[in-house]
């Protein structure tokens, strides 16, 4: 399990030089705590972490007017698959109703 960090995080591509920022590192370090007290990792708890404001500073749902990096958040999507559906939700700063939602259908027979 890995969550959006604005930077690679998978192992395999570890060797790949990049920048990770102060919040992408906050952001990581967050998903990683969260993940040890909370399973199984299911969409309603996708929500719950990328709306965590556990950091105070650099808190996953950012609103804030005096955010330290400009990265605010924008919008959270989250996206839950199985063998026959993609489905969606676009969450906006109302974090309790979805603003947006859909679903795709696998037609391949």
Not at 3 to 9: C, F, I, Q
Not at 11 to 25: K, N, R
Not at 59 to 79: C, G, M, S, W, Y
Request: charged share 20%.
């Amino acid at each position: 399990m890995a969550g959006h960090a604005n930077h690679l995080v998978h192992a395999a591509l570890a060797y790949v030089e990049q920048v990770v920022t102060d919040s992408s590192a906050s952001r990581q370090l967050r998903l990683a705590q969260w993940l040890e007290n909370h399973h199984p990792f299911d969409a309603t708890a996708a929500k719950g972490i990328l709306s965590d404001k556990h950091d105070t500073v650099l808190p996953i749902f950012r609103l804030a007017a005096d955010d330290p990096d400009d990265e605010n958040t924008l919008a959270t999507a989250v996206f839950t698959l199985d063998a026959n559906h993609v489905r969606w939700q676009i969450f906006g700063i109302n974090r309790d109703a979805a603003d947006h939602r859909g679903k795709c259908v696998n037609v391949i027979a």
